[in-house]
Protein backbone atom coordinates (compact mmCIF):
# COMPACT_ATOMS: atom_id res chain seq x y z
CA UNK A 1 0.00 0.00 0.00
CA UNK A 2 1.09 3.62 -0.75
CA UNK A 3 1.57 5.76 2.26
CA UNK A 4 2.24 9.93 1.97
CA UNK A 5 3.81 11.18 4.76
CA UNK A 6 4.10 15.49 5.62
CA UNK A 7 6.56 15.73 8.45
CA UNK A 8 5.55 19.35 8.85
CA UNK A 9 2.70 20.05 10.41
CA UNK A 10 2.91 23.88 10.81
CA UNK A 11 5.02 26.47 9.05
CA UNK A 12 5.12 29.95 8.64
CA UNK A 13 7.10 32.44 6.56
CA UNK A 14 7.63 36.23 6.24
CA UNK A 15 5.92 37.92 2.91
CA UNK A 16 8.17 37.64 -0.12
CA UNK A 17 10.52 35.30 1.44
CA UNK A 18 11.19 31.74 0.21
CA UNK A 19 9.80 28.76 2.30
CA UNK A 20 9.43 24.83 1.31
CA UNK A 21 6.88 22.16 2.32
CA UNK A 22 8.59 18.66 2.74
CA UNK A 23 6.64 15.27 1.20
CA UNK A 24 7.59 11.93 1.29
CA UNK A 25 5.89 8.90 -0.42
CA UNK A 26 6.47 4.91 -0.15
CA UNK A 27 5.26 3.11 -2.79
CA UNK A 28 6.43 -0.09 -4.96
CA UNK A 29 5.28 1.37 -8.35
CA UNK A 30 7.20 2.98 -10.81
CA UNK A 31 5.11 5.11 -12.79
CA UNK A 32 2.82 7.30 -10.68
CA UNK A 33 1.97 11.39 -9.91
CA UNK A 34 2.48 13.39 -7.55
CA UNK A 35 0.97 16.69 -6.76
CA UNK A 36 0.30 19.32 -4.17
CA UNK A 37 -3.10 20.77 -3.36
CA UNK A 38 -3.78 23.91 -1.46
CA UNK A 39 -6.55 23.94 1.09
CA UNK A 40 -7.44 27.85 1.86
CA UNK A 41 -9.57 28.30 4.88
CA UNK A 42 -13.10 28.47 2.51
CA UNK A 43 -12.45 24.82 2.11
CA UNK A 44 -12.01 24.78 -1.18
CA UNK A 45 -9.06 22.05 -2.79
CA UNK A 46 -7.56 23.97 -5.45
CA UNK A 47 -4.48 22.24 -7.42
CA UNK A 48 -1.12 24.02 -7.50
CA UNK A 49 1.42 21.52 -9.37
CA UNK A 50 1.34 18.18 -10.09
CA UNK A 51 4.82 15.49 -11.37
CA UNK A 52 4.92 12.84 -13.27
CA UNK A 53 7.04 10.01 -11.77
CA UNK A 54 8.36 9.70 -15.32
CA UNK A 55 9.61 12.92 -16.04
CA UNK A 56 13.29 13.79 -14.82
CA UNK A 57 12.53 17.60 -15.15
CA UNK A 58 10.72 19.16 -11.77
CA UNK A 59 7.48 20.57 -12.46
CA UNK A 60 7.09 24.60 -12.02
CA UNK A 61 4.18 26.42 -12.14
CA UNK A 62 4.84 30.50 -11.61
CA UNK A 63 6.19 30.62 -8.01
CA UNK A 64 5.25 27.03 -7.14
CA UNK A 65 8.00 24.57 -7.88
CA UNK A 66 8.84 21.14 -6.72
CA UNK A 67 12.06 19.17 -5.99
CA UNK A 68 11.50 15.58 -7.17
CA UNK A 69 13.81 13.04 -6.00
CA UNK A 70 12.72 9.31 -6.92
CA UNK A 71 15.14 7.13 -5.52
CA UNK A 72 14.46 9.58 -1.89
CA UNK A 73 10.94 8.93 -2.82
CA UNK A 74 10.46 12.50 -1.99
CA UNK A 75 8.52 15.54 -3.25
CA UNK A 76 9.02 18.50 -1.59
CA UNK A 77 7.19 22.01 -3.01
CA UNK A 78 9.10 25.27 -2.99
CA UNK A 79 6.64 28.38 -2.71
CA UNK A 80 9.07 31.87 -4.21
CA UNK A 81 7.88 35.65 -3.13
CA UNK A 82 5.47 34.18 -0.24
CA UNK A 83 1.70 35.80 -0.25
CA UNK A 84 -0.44 36.44 2.13
CA UNK A 85 -2.92 35.05 0.42
CA UNK A 86 -0.63 31.85 0.19
CA UNK A 87 -1.72 30.89 4.01
CA UNK A 88 -3.45 27.41 3.54
CA UNK A 89 -3.25 24.12 4.15
CA UNK A 90 -1.10 21.91 1.58
CA UNK A 91 -1.86 18.50 1.00
CA UNK A 92 0.30 16.52 -0.70
CA UNK A 93 -1.05 13.26 -2.57
CA UNK A 94 0.01 9.65 -4.10
CA UNK A 95 -1.78 8.26 -7.36
CA UNK A 96 -0.62 5.29 -9.11
CA UNK A 97 -0.55 5.38 -13.26
CA UNK A 98 -3.98 4.31 -14.36
CA UNK A 99 -4.97 4.37 -10.82
CA UNK A 100 -8.83 5.76 -11.79
CA UNK A 101 -7.63 8.66 -10.08
CA UNK A 102 -7.23 7.63 -6.78
CA UNK A 103 -5.28 9.88 -4.59
CA UNK A 104 -3.66 9.36 -1.29
CA UNK A 105 -3.30 12.51 0.72
CA UNK A 106 -0.70 13.04 3.55
CA UNK A 107 -2.50 14.76 6.53
CA UNK A 108 -1.02 18.63 5.26
CA UNK A 109 1.36 21.22 6.29
CA UNK A 110 -0.96 24.66 7.65
CA UNK A 111 1.49 27.54 6.59
CA UNK A 112 1.10 30.83 7.72
CA UNK A 113 2.44 33.28 5.38
CA UNK A 114 2.87 37.23 8.00
CA UNK A 115 3.45 40.51 6.27
CA UNK B 1 -21.30 26.12 -14.65
CA UNK B 2 -21.84 25.35 -11.15
CA UNK B 3 -19.46 22.59 -10.74
CA UNK B 4 -19.73 19.86 -8.55
CA UNK B 5 -22.65 20.82 -6.28
CA UNK B 6 -22.79 19.66 -2.35
CA UNK B 7 -25.70 19.63 -0.16
CA UNK B 8 -25.94 20.50 2.68
CA UNK B 9 -23.05 22.33 3.43
CA UNK B 10 -23.48 21.80 7.36
CA UNK B 11 -25.23 19.27 9.45
CA UNK B 12 -25.52 17.46 13.19
CA UNK B 13 -26.84 14.42 13.39
CA UNK B 14 -27.87 12.33 16.76
CA UNK B 15 -26.00 9.03 17.21
CA UNK B 16 -27.79 6.01 15.36
CA UNK B 17 -29.71 8.78 12.51
CA UNK B 18 -29.28 8.40 9.27
CA UNK B 19 -28.74 10.86 6.41
CA UNK B 20 -27.89 11.72 2.65
CA UNK B 21 -25.32 13.59 1.49
CA UNK B 22 -25.91 15.00 -1.59
CA UNK B 23 -23.33 15.43 -4.46
CA UNK B 24 -24.55 16.75 -8.04
CA UNK B 25 -22.11 17.70 -10.98
CA UNK B 26 -23.18 19.46 -14.55
CA UNK B 27 -19.74 18.77 -16.25
CA UNK B 28 -21.22 15.00 -17.88
CA UNK B 29 -17.90 13.79 -15.56
CA UNK B 30 -18.17 9.83 -15.51
CA UNK B 31 -15.73 9.79 -12.51
CA UNK B 32 -16.85 10.61 -9.23
CA UNK B 33 -15.48 10.58 -5.58
CA UNK B 34 -16.31 10.96 -1.85
CA UNK B 35 -13.67 11.85 0.29
CA UNK B 36 -13.77 12.47 4.25
CA UNK B 37 -11.74 14.95 6.10
CA UNK B 38 -10.88 14.71 9.72
CA UNK B 39 -9.55 17.31 11.96
CA UNK B 40 -6.13 18.43 11.18
CA UNK B 41 -5.76 15.39 8.45
CA UNK B 42 -5.75 14.76 5.17
CA UNK B 43 -8.71 13.28 2.98
CA UNK B 44 -9.27 9.74 2.47
CA UNK B 45 -11.35 8.06 -0.04
CA UNK B 46 -14.46 6.43 0.84
CA UNK B 47 -16.14 5.25 -2.30
CA UNK B 48 -15.74 6.28 -5.96
CA UNK B 49 -17.88 5.48 -9.16
CA UNK B 50 -16.52 5.20 -12.66
CA UNK B 51 -19.99 5.73 -14.11
CA UNK B 52 -23.33 5.24 -13.54
CA UNK B 53 -24.37 1.85 -12.36
CA UNK B 54 -20.73 1.45 -11.34
CA UNK B 55 -19.41 2.09 -7.53
CA UNK B 56 -16.06 0.81 -5.91
CA UNK B 57 -14.70 1.01 -2.30
CA UNK B 58 -11.93 3.32 -1.86
CA UNK B 59 -9.50 3.02 1.61
CA UNK B 60 -12.56 4.42 4.61
CA UNK B 61 -15.96 2.48 3.07
CA UNK B 62 -17.42 0.86 6.53
CA UNK B 63 -20.50 2.88 7.42
CA UNK B 64 -21.25 4.23 4.08
CA UNK B 65 -23.05 3.23 0.96
CA UNK B 66 -23.50 4.48 -2.33
CA UNK B 67 -24.74 4.72 -5.29
CA UNK B 68 -24.85 6.29 -8.99
CA UNK B 69 -27.82 5.90 -10.76
CA UNK B 70 -27.18 8.65 -13.15
CA UNK B 71 -24.02 10.50 -14.65
CA UNK B 72 -24.74 13.88 -12.72
CA UNK B 73 -25.68 12.29 -9.07
CA UNK B 74 -23.51 10.48 -6.50
CA UNK B 75 -25.07 10.51 -2.98
CA UNK B 76 -23.88 9.29 0.06
CA UNK B 77 -25.72 7.37 2.86
CA UNK B 78 -25.14 6.92 6.60
CA UNK B 79 -27.36 4.45 7.63
CA UNK B 80 -25.97 4.68 11.71
CA UNK B 81 -24.11 7.63 12.43
CA UNK B 82 -21.25 7.15 15.14
CA UNK B 83 -18.72 9.56 16.35
CA UNK B 84 -16.56 8.62 14.48
CA UNK B 85 -18.02 9.93 11.06
CA UNK B 86 -17.42 13.49 12.33
CA UNK B 87 -15.67 14.60 9.58
CA UNK B 88 -15.86 17.05 6.41
CA UNK B 89 -17.01 15.67 3.25
CA UNK B 90 -15.91 16.24 0.12
CA UNK B 91 -17.50 15.14 -3.42
CA UNK B 92 -14.97 15.00 -6.67
CA UNK B 93 -15.66 14.38 -10.09
CA UNK B 94 -13.20 14.57 -13.18
CA UNK B 95 -13.84 13.36 -16.95
CA UNK B 96 -11.82 10.74 -17.11
CA UNK B 97 -9.67 8.43 -15.49
CA UNK B 98 -6.36 10.06 -16.31
CA UNK B 99 -6.02 12.73 -14.42
CA UNK B 100 -2.31 13.12 -14.99
CA UNK B 101 -3.21 14.01 -18.47
CA UNK B 102 -3.50 17.64 -17.43
CA UNK B 103 -7.27 17.08 -16.43
CA UNK B 104 -8.66 18.85 -13.37
CA UNK B 105 -10.22 16.82 -10.42
CA UNK B 106 -13.02 19.08 -9.35
CA UNK B 107 -13.87 19.27 -6.15
CA UNK B 108 -17.59 20.26 -4.70
CA UNK B 109 -16.89 22.84 -1.11
CA UNK B 110 -17.80 20.11 1.31
CA UNK B 111 -20.56 18.95 4.12
CA UNK B 112 -19.31 19.36 7.29
CA UNK B 113 -21.00 16.79 9.69
CA UNK B 114 -21.08 16.01 13.30
CA UNK B 115 -22.43 13.16 14.75
CA UNK B 116 -23.06 13.49 19.13
Known amino acids: AQTVTQSQPEMSVQEAETVTLSCTYDTSENNYYLFWYKQPPSRQMILVIR??????QNATENRFSVNFQKAAKSFSLKISDSQLGDTAMYFCAFMKHRGYNKLIFGAGTRLAVHP | NAGVTQTPKFRILKIGQSMTLQCTQD?????MYWYRQDPGMGLKLIYYSVGAGITDKGEVPNGYNVSRSTTEDFPLRLELAAPSQTSVYFC???????????????FGSGTQLSVL
Open chain 2, 92 to 106: ASTESGTLATNEKLF
Open chain 2, 27 to 31: MNHNY
Open chain 1, 51 to 56: QEAYKQ
